[in-house]
């Protein structure tokens, strides 16, 4: 029995979703498994950027994006993409533009969601 598996990508903020899939190059998932504790997870993306709409300020279609107010989620279809489960969801943390004069990609780095709960701050009175 042969399975195939679909990957779908979507980066955005508030105001809704835009699928990446297109563009993918590589996904790297790390998630690790600890015992009686919750465990940070992170994606490394990269993104084919050949036609620059990715690079900051380069007046592409996504060069005005502020990366680092975007959130991702990766979904994985086994049944040809007729239902996507979440791999990953998360915040993007870094964003490098890697150029060789031959090619050019974006790798993003992003975290789920525990990365970032200890640097909130709030004030609880009981």
């Keep these: 029995m042969t399975v195939n598996i679909t990957t779908r990508l979507k980066i955005g903020d508030v105001n809704g979703l835009t699928t990446f899939t297109d563009r993918l190059a590589g996904i790297n998932v790390n998630q690790p498994i600890r015992m009686s504790r919750a465990s940070q997870h992170q994606a490394v993306i990269t993104l084919s950027n050949n036609d620059g709409a990715l690079t900051p300020n380069a007046g592409g279609t996504y060069s ?57 701050t709030s004030s609880i009175s009981v």
């Excluded at 994006?65 to 979440?86: I, K, P």
């Excluded at 998360?90 to 090619?103: A, P, Q, S, V, W």
Aim: no cysteine; hydrophobic share 40%; net charge negative.
């Design 64 to 120: 005005n994006t502020d990366w680092f107010a975007q959130v991702v989620q990766l979904e994985v279809s086994t049944d040809g993409g007729t239902s996507y489960a979440r791999l990953f969801a998360g915040i993007i943390t870094n964003f490098e533009l890697r150029d060789n004069g031959t090619n050019s990609t974006v790798e993003m780095i992003a975290h789920d969601w525990l990365q970032f709960l200890g640097r909130a």
